[in-house]
């Protein structure tokens, strides 16, 4: 029993420290700032061997515990106006829609104790998730980004539009020009949201996705 017990214990070690062993790039390249090949290594350890496919694994585990995080810091409230007093009493939210003539107001709130840098893809278009081919996407787009203090709310200006509108926000602890790269990438291209969206979540960012559609109902996506 002993010895058996003894090379249980050799064996957890030995594991532990292979896998040590290559997590520890993992968090190296994610620090540097090392995006292409952090995601590069990442795709080939979810196929490699035993200790690349737990780390992988881990690596992801603990990603998607920062991205709750981020996203549980950032509270959300769309509000309906009119400009025109004569629509301003039907320019109410009733659970999740508004009437089609208003124009339309969010509230970005930070509710934690640190900053957070927020990025916003506008596209009045559903084109976006569309995932049949791989097209252009033909709608007007719009691209915002800031850093919302801890306990701050910053509002944000829908336009009207007659076609439905995608809005991808983005929640990160700091400042990267490689996501505003990658949303207008996205802005153009159909095919790179499963992709961007992928990146996002392998890199600890917090995200989500909703739609307005052509009744102005405000519902989530993915």
Do not use: H
């Not at 350890?45 to 881990?58: D, E, I, K, P, T």
């Not at 339309?104 to 900053?115: F, H, K, P, W």
């Not at 890199?203 to 909703?210: A, D, E, P, R």
């Amino acid at each position: 029993m002993p010895i058996i017990f003894s090379c249980i214990i050799l064996l957890i070690v030995f594991s532990t420290y292979n896998i040590w062993q290559v997590i520890t790039p993992l968090n190296k390249l994610k620090s540097n700032n090392n995006y292409r090949v952090l995601l590069t290594s990442l795709s080939s350890y979810r196929q490699g061997g035993f200790s690349q496919r737990v780390s992988a694994y881990l690596f992801d585990y603990f990603q998607s515990v920062e991205t709750s995080k981020l996203n549980k810091q950032i509270t959300l409230n769309f509000l309906p106006y009119s400009n025109q007093k004569k629509s301003q009493e039907i320019c109410v939210k009733i659970e999740k829609t508004y009437n089609i003539m208003c124009k339309l107001n969010i509230e970005a709130t930070n509710v934690g104790d640190t900053r957070i840098f927020l990025w916003m893809l506008s596209i009045s278009d559903d084109g976006l998730l569309k995932s049949k081919k791989k097209t252009n996407i033909n709608g007007n787009s719009k691209i915002i980004n800031g850093m919302i203090s801890s306990k701050e709310t910053i509002s944000i200006d829908i336009k009207e539009s007659a076609k439905p509108t995608i809005l991808l926000f983005v929640y990160g602890k700091s400042f990267d020009i490689k996501i505003r790269n990658w949303l207008v990438n996205l802005s153009k291209r159909n095919s790179l949201l499963k992709s961007t969206v992928k990146r996002i979540k392998s890199l600890g960012y917090g995200y989500i996705i909703k739609k307005i559609n052509n009744v102005s109902v405000i519902e989530d996506v993915l």
